[in-house]
């Protein structure tokens, strides 16, 4: 390990997770997301081990790891244009306003070399109260519950988990926005891992995750 080609890699993972985030901002719709900037964005190994995170929220970012970790205890079987969708608390979650989407990244292998991963904080998921938030005693009162779900399965919209999910919501367009806005996050982190990989090698760029998470 070179320290200085780990250092050089420790910004360029953070500035995909950054770039991520700065692509989730613009696309979004609501301004809980573009100008509150309540959002983080993340990248992890293929086991699940987080590699680099962009300087976004905090809690989110403490508690995405374990939502990574419950969906792969879940999934054995992933395929290029997946995406798991979760807000659940008791899966990973935060509150559940906060969802968070994952989505696996190939390269020239039938399993995930590493995951991209968004969680945002959307206006509103239902509940007693808009926003979702202020009155609730339990978790059944801030809105609806959505366990590990494949949004998307190898590229495809699954209509029906989205409508289930918007027909729950008291702003429908706005969360259809964001939750296009934390794919297009995904798909521009995926872009960059990729060029990295090209530019340098898988083995080179493996490795150096492997060494800034030891370090």
Known sequence: MD????????????????????????TSYSPNIKERLD????LFDGAGNMIAQAAHIPAHLGAMPASVRTIL??????QHGDVVIVNDPFEGGNHLP?????????????????????RAHHADVGGMTPGS????????????????????????LDEDLLRLILRNVRT?????????AQRAAHAVGERRLLELIDAHGRDEVLAYADHLQAY
């Open 133 to 156: 938030l202020p009155l609730s005693t339990e978790i059944y009162q801030e809105g609806i519950i959505i366990p590990p779900v494949k949004l998307y399965k190898a590229g495809e």
């Open 39 to 42: 959002f983080s964005c993340a």
């Open 73 to 78: 205890s879940k999934f054995h079987d992933w």
């Open 172 to 180: 429908p367009d706005e969360r259809r926005g964001d939750l296009a």
């Open 98 to 118: 906060d969802i968070t989407m994952i989505a696996p990244v190939f390269v020239d292998e039938d399993v995930p070399t590493f995951f991209v991963a968004s």
């Open 3 to 26: 320290p200085i080609t780990l250092q050089l890699y420790r910004h360029r993972f953070a500035g995909v997770a950054e770039e991520m985030g700065v692509t989730l901002r613009r």
